[in-house]
T-cell receptor, first 112, second 113 residues
Framework: GENVEQHPSTLSVQEGDSAVIKCTYSDSASNYFPWYKQELGKGPQLIIDIRSNVGEKKDQRIAVTLNKTAKHFSLHITETQPEDSAVYFCARGSSGNTPLVFGKGTRLSVIA | SAVISQKPSRDICQRGTSLTIQCQVDSQVTMMFWYRQQPGQSLTLIATANQGSEATYESGFVIDKFPISRPNLTFSTLTVSNMSPEDSSIYLC??????????FGQGTRLTVV
């Protein structure tokens, strides 16, 4: 499948600040956009996802925005905490029962 | 949401041997996906496993090296055969049911010595 570009590759923020990670894609058939958090030694954990029929979704300190016209989606983490430090992956998918295509990941460090 | 139990969680293996990784899902799913995550890298799809038919492999992955079984709608295995140090990675199974969310197992951290 076509790639997903994810930026930045590393991000350091002060505790309490916001963090934003952006992904772009080119496959117009994509309609599912999940975000995963991966801590050291663990598998990717789904933290939030969005489908193409909405532009924004929020869950407490985490939000995802989608611009389907421009083909980009972003993860927003507000009031960051040290436990938010991890590698975050975006991905795109089309219908179910098809594999996801992943971005290269962003290593987020929250400095206390 | 689907719950996926993957085992073993980690193993250290001698080169030339094989390791079979198992994934059990708590609900029936049509497709299961196997990924490899090399150190410090993103996830790369190895193959798609459909119950009742042979798995579909991505470019760069072959059945002789990564045989897959899918005996029913809740279970799959991936074998890493004739291992070399280059096979040291995290291996992950995943499901993405229609209309649902995409979940992963906990991963198998393989070290080949």
């Amino acid at each position: 499948g076509e790639n997903v570009e994810q930026h930045p590759s590393t991000l350091s923020v002060q505790e309490g600040d916001s963090a934003v990670i952006k992904c772009t894609y080119s496959d117009s058939a994509s309609n599912y956009f999940p975000w995963y958090k991966q801590e050291l030694g663990k598998g990717p954990q789904l933290i939030i996802d969005i489908r193409s029929n909405v532009g924004e979704k929020k869950d407490q300190r985490i939000a995802v925005t989608l611009n389907k016209t421009a083909k980009h989606f972003s993860l927003h983490i507000t009031e960051t905490q040290p436990e938010d430090s991890a590698v975050y992956f975006c991905a795109r998918g089309s219908s179910g029962n098809t594999p996801l295509v992943f971005g290269k990941g962003t290593r987020l460090s929250v400095i206390a | 949401s689907a719950v996926i139990s993957q085992k073993p969680s980690r193993d250290i293996c001698q080169r030339g041997t094989s390791l079979t990784i198992q994934c059990q899902v708590d609900s029936q799913v049509t497709m299961m996906f196997w990924y490899r995550q090399q150190p410090g890298q993103s996830l790369t799809l190895i193959a798609t496993a459909n119950q009742g038919s042979e798995a579909t492999y991505e470019s760069g992955f072959v059945i002789d090296k990564f045989p897959i079984s899918r005996p029913n709608l809740t279970f799959s295995t991936l074998t890493v055969s004739n291992m070399s140090p280059e096979d040291s990675s995290i291996y992950l199974c995943s499901v993405f049911p229609t209309g649902g969310e995409a979940f992963f197992g906990q991963g198998t951290r393989l070290t080949v010595v």
